[in-house]
C-alpha cells in the first residue's frame, strides 16, 4: 500500500462493482457494492449509502464530542437514515435523518444539540442542494 503523508484511506477495485477501502489509521476495512437499482448486488453499503450514513454518525459524533463539556450525556441515541435518490443525474437529492435521543433534554440543551447537528462537519460539507430533512426525538 504506497502512503502519503496523512493519508486516510487505501481503495482497491475487486470486481463485480465492489471495493474494498481500508482504514489506514486502524487497519479496518469497508467493503462497498453497487446498488441493487444499479448493477450491483446490494450485498454492502454502496458508496451513497455511506455518505448518507456518515451524515447521522456525524451528528451524533459531534454532539458526543461538543455536549461532554456540558454535560450532555447522548449514550443509548439513534438515528434512522433514509437516502433518496435522483434520477438523472444520478445523485443523493435528500438523507432524511431520524434522531431519537432516549433522554429529556431543557429547552437549551435542545436547541444546543439540534445546533450542532445541523453544523456537524458532514452537513456543512454536502452540497447545498442535497435536502439535508432532520427530525428530533426527546424521551
Not at 453497487?34 to 450514513?53: E, V
Not at 434512522?80 to 431519537?100: F, G, H, Q, S, Y
Amino acid at each position: 500500500v504506497k502512503s502519503y503523508k496523512n493519508m486516510t484511506s487505501a481503495i482497491k477495485y475487486i470486481g463485480q462493482l465492489r471495493c474494498e477501502s481500508q482504514h489506514l489509521q486502524s487497519g479496518s476495512i469497508v467493503i462497498t457494492d453497487a446498488p441493487t437499482d444499479n448493477h450491483g448486488q446490494g450485498a454492502a453499503f454502496s458508496p451513497t449509502d455511506l455518505c448518507a450514513t456518515s451524515l447521522g454518525q456525524c451528528m451524533l459524533t459531534t454532539i458526543a464530542i461538543l455536549g461532554k463539556g456540558k454535560n450532555i450525556d447522548i449514550e443509548g441515541a439513534t438515528c434512522d437514515i433514509t437516502k433518496v435518490m435522483n434520477p438523472a443525474p444520478r445523485k443523493i437529492a435528500e438523507i432524511i435523518c431520524d434522531l431519537k435521543f432516549p433522554t429529556n433534554y431543557s429547552d437549551g440543551e435542545k436547541q444546543f444539540i439540534e445546533q450542532t447537528a445541523l453544523n456537524c462537519p458532514v452537513a456543512l460539507s454536502l452540497h447545498p442542494d442535497v435536502k439535508k430533512t432532520v427530525s428530533f426525538t426527546y424521551g
